[in-house]
Every structure is written in C-alpha cells, then in structure tokens.
T-cell receptor
Framework: GEDVEQSLFLSVREGDSSVINCTYT??????LYWYKQEPGAGLQLLTYIFSNMDMKQDQRLTVLLNKKDKHLSLRIADTQTGDSAIYFC????????????FGQGTELSVKP | NAGVTQTPKFRILKIGQSMTLQCTQDMNHNYMYWYRQDPGMGLKLIYYSVGAGITDKGEVPNGYNVSRSTTEDFPLRLELAAPSQTSVYFCASSVGTTNEKLFFGSGTQLSVL
C-alpha cells in the first residue's frame, strides 16, 4: 500500500537553512503537500507541489520534487524560532482529493 | 469565520464506554474527514464524507461510526471504547476539488483507560 516516510527530528540554529526530507510510494499522486503543526493545534497547509513540477518557491520555502526517486524535500531559508513545529509530508490516496496519507512528521527544533 | 470547530478538547473514557466527538464547519465545505494521530505517527484517515448523506470508510474505520445529516456537522461515534482508541482526533474539511487544502480543527485528545 501507499506509504510516506520522514525522519523524526531535525535541529538547526536560528538563521541556518532547514531541509526536511520525505519519500513516498504512490507515483500517481498529482499533488504532494507539506503541512505544519504547532503545539496543541491542528495542521495547517504550508505549501504543495504539482507532480509535473521539479521545484516550487514560496518566500522562505522551497519544495523540491524528484519523481524518479519519489523524494520530496522542504527547505526553509533563514530558519526562525517561530518555525519550530512538526512538519508533515502528505500525498493523496489514489489521487483522491483530501484523502491523504501522511508521513510520521519531522519535529523541527530551532535553537537561538 | 470560526473554521472547523471540534468539541470536546480533552476526554477520558473507561473501556466499554461510548462517546461522540463533535465537528462542525462554517465554510460550506462539501468534504469532511476524521483523522487520528497516534504518538510519533502520521495521521490516519478514519472516515470521510463528500456531502450530506454520504459517508465512506478510510484506512482505519474499525470501532467508529459517522453520520452526515447536514453540510456543517460530521460527528464521530465510538461505541465501545478500547485502549487502542487512545489518540488525538482531528476533523478536517475541504471544498472538494482535486487540489485539496484541508482545514483542520484543533483536535480532541482522547484517553481510554
């Protein structure tokens, strides 16, 4: 079945770049997503990428997609303490809208 | 706009008890979803609905029931609570297009002891 894998923890210093990696299995996914979860809150959509794109940039966020290797990454430039959160990669189940398969989440810790 | 509202925020149940987790959205979204999040794990889809009167199973539906009598409300029912249902439950909604932005509620933390 479909599966999404992420590393569990990442620690960076304020001002550095963070790179969060994700691998997925369903090559038919049209969109791949990055969600952010702050403590005690629900998930919020950070960004997404269409499967025919290799890269998408949105202010401090850069998403890279390698379809051949089924690898997705999220780069956060100039990481701030406010970026500390859990970041989830997700793909659509059988390409059906909001039926998503989420990775385990990567806990990003930003140290001053 | 309130967005997606879930109640209660916390609940402790004894094994075998039943309860209903409430979810309501005021964005007139057709699609609604229930996910559960276990510690150190990603979210798993329990049930979803594409409109009033229509529901379907997700990845992990066993032990749960849902109903969708109105566009706004999508309650999740646990009939016989088990320790394996200890989790954080998130309700979400979306417009219902291919490129889905899910709007999540703030979650219900449920412990079954």
């Amino acid at each position: 079945g479909e599966d999404v894998e992420q590393s569990l923890f990442l620690s960076v210093r304020e001002g550095d770049s963070s790179v969060i990696n994700c691998t997925y299995t369903d090559s038919s996914s049209t969109y791949l997503y990055w969600y952010k979860q702050e403590p005690g809150a629900g998930l919020q959509l950070l960004t997404y990428i269409f499967s025919n794109m290799d890269m998408k940039q949105d202010q401090r966020l850069t998403v890279l997609l390698n379809k051949k290797d089924k690898h997705l990454s999220l780069r956060i430039a100039d990481t701030q303490t406010g970026d500390s959160a859990i970041y989830f990669c997700a793909e659509s189940i059988n390409n059906q809208g909001g039926k998503l398969i989420f990775g385990q989440g990567t806990e990003l810790s930003v140290k001053p | 706009n309130a967005g997606v509202t879930q109640t209660p925020k916390f609940r402790i149940l004894k094994i075998g008890q039943s309860m209903t987790l409430q979810c309501t959205q005021d964005m007139n979204h057709n699609y609604m979803y229930w996910y559960r999040q276990d510690p150190g794990m990603g979210l798993k889809l329990i049930y979803y609905s594409v409109g009033a009167g229509i529901t379907d199973k997700g990845e992990v539906p066993n032990g749960y029931n849902v109903s969708r009598s109105t566009t706004e409300d999508f309650p999740l029912r646990l009939e016989l609570a088990a320790p394996s249902q200890t989790s954080v439950y998130f309700c979400a909604s979306s417009v219902g297009t291919t490129n889905e932005k899910l709007f999540f509620g703030s979650g219900t933390q449920l412990s079954v002891l």
